[in-house]
């Protein structure tokens, strides 16, 4: 007997880096592990415009589609190979992971073929699509005619019920699995930290993830500035930079050559091992970000047991208590975030342990795979 089929697009899917590659990665996992065949459509900058790879994974497989130079011409190119894999093996229903591109391909697509759609908001999604040059018209489309609705956070849904006027919407939070992501001795750590360029009594302020204006970049280099002129402070970046992030740290090296000389960068690490022995070497993770979903990176470093300081973006206030589990300051204060740093460094180490522990214990009980699994087959009984 054959398994029910499921046809999941995604903007990014692994290897590829960043929140919206590894959230799918998981749930395609545990959608497979119910007893679904997975088919994930996703798009490649490193393929030509119009190429298809695909590769099996699991109980399904993975093509890659090279995209054009602009959407209209890649959104064309996508539904002609979706036509063409759903004439070949029909799908029963249809996931798009984020609301655009793939929630509104998801939805289209759907409609056309009479089969259920479900679509997830993940990120930035609505606020990128609210404003110009973002299209209204269509995130308010692909809200309302979707057949299903989840959210990543409470604060994402609430954004949702008011576009779209949509009730329910499932909250489907970002889950880790702790045993990956755990704390590590401070001696275990003594080789990467030297290979790093780390000095002695150096406090070390950790980012992981793509650096970039969301995530408020110029935020951490102004905290950078102001707490090393008072202490030997580094930055630690834990993933690779875009364009424009780079340029940011030229134009803060020519101003500021002696403070961007302590911003290391890892590079891109693909490695959760790797990825772990770098989280252990912060002393606070700051997640100063603009606009937010629910970020994994900060889930990872609360795993941790990083003390952990964020803006108060999305869903960041549901999993992070201000003066229990992390610190949180709101988006309008981000300009103070080097006084919340000082204010940390205060504490003694013990009380940032004690912090760091609750955080940790916090993801161990709100944001086990094992609830993510559960809610997922709930939400297929509905679809598939």
Same mark, same amino acid.
């Given at each position: #007997? ?5 046809? %999941?697009? *995604?903007e990014r899917?692994?290897? +590829?880096?960043?929140g919206?590659? $590894? ?5 395609v996992?545990?959608?497979q592990?119910?007893?679904?065949? &997975?088919?994930?459509v ?6 030509q415009?119009?190429e298809?790879?695909?590769? !099996? ?5 993975v ?5 054009? $130079? ?16 759903? =004439? ?15 929630g509104?391909l ?14 997830? @908001?993940?990120?930035? +999604? ?11 018209a ?11 609705l *989840?959210?990543?956070?409470? /604060?994402?849904?609430?954004? #949702? =019920? #008011? &576009?779209? /006027?949509r009730?329910?919407i *499932? ?11 755990h ?15 780390? &000095?002695?009594q ?13 995530k408020?970049?110029? %935020?951490?280099?102004?905290a950078l500035?102001?707490?090393r002129a008072? $202490? ?11 364009s424009a ?9 020519? /101003?500021?050559? +002696? ?6 960068? *890892? ?15 912060c ?10 979903? #629910? ?7 609360? @795993?941790?047991?990083?003390c ?14 201000s003066g ?7 988006r309008? !204060? ?8 000082? +204010? ?11 912090m ?5 214990? %916090?993801? =161990? ?8 699994? &559960? ?6 009984q =509905?679809?598939?």
């Amino acid at each position: #007997m054959s398994l029910p089929r499921l046809l %999941f697009l *995604t903007e990014r899917f692994p290897p +590829d880096m960043g929140g919206v590659a $590894r959230s799918a990665g998981r749930i395609v996992t545990s959608i497979q592990s119910l007893g679904i065949a &997975v088919d994930v459509v996703t798009w490649s900058r490193y393929l030509q415009p119009g190429e298809v790879s695909a590769e !099996q994974v699991g109980s399904g497989r993975v093509y890659r589609l090279g995209l054009y $130079r602009h959407w209209d011409a890649t959104m064309p190119h996508t539904l002609n190979i979706l036509d063409g894999l759903h =004439q070949a093996s029909p799908f029963e229903a249809v996931w798009g992971h984020y609301l655009f591109p793939a929630g509104f391909l998801g939805v289209w697509f759907g409609r056309q073929h009479q089969i259920p759609t479900l679509v997830s @908001a993940r990120g930035n +999604d609505i606020d990128r699509e609210l404003f110009p040059p973002g299209d209204f018209a269509r995130l308010q489309w692909t809200l309302t005619h979707a057949s299903t609705l *989840t959210a990543v956070s409470h /604060d994402m849904a609430r954004k #949702m =019920q #008011m &576009v779209s /006027d949509r009730t329910p919407i *499932t909250v489907l939070p970002n889950t880790l699995d702790c045993e990956i992501f755990h704390p590590l001795p401070p001696h275990d750590l003594q080789d990467l930290r030297h290979n790093l360029g780390i &000095v002695d009594q150096e406090v070390v302020l950790g980012f992981s993830g793509e650096l970039r204006e969301k995530k408020g970049q110029g %935020f951490l280099l102004q905290a950078l500035a102001q707490l090393r002129a008072q $202490r030997p402070v580094c930055l630690l970046i834990i993933g690779e930079l875009r364009s424009a992030a780079q340029s940011l740290l030229q134009t803060f090296a020519i /101003d500021h050559p +002696d403070h961007a000389a302590r911003v290391i960068v *890892t590079g891109q690490l693909s490695d959760p091992e790797v990825i772990v022995q770098h989280l252990n070497l912060c002393d606070i993770y700051l997640q100063p970000s603009l606009w937010e979903g #629910m970020p994994n990176a900060l889930l990872e470093a609360m @795993a941790c047991e990083r003390c952990c300081i964020a803006s108060d973006a999305g869903g960041i206030p549901e999993v992070l208590e201000s003066g229990h589990t992390g610190w949180v300051i709101p988006r309008s !204060q981000l300009h103070h975030l080097g006084d919340a740093i000082l +204010d940390c460094l205060s504490l003694s180490v013990e009380e940032r342990r004690q912090m760091g522990q609750r955080a940790r214990q %916090f993801v =161990q009980t709100h944001h086990a795979p094992s609830q993510e699994k &559960v809610q997922l087959q709930q939400l297929l009984q =509905q679809i598939v």
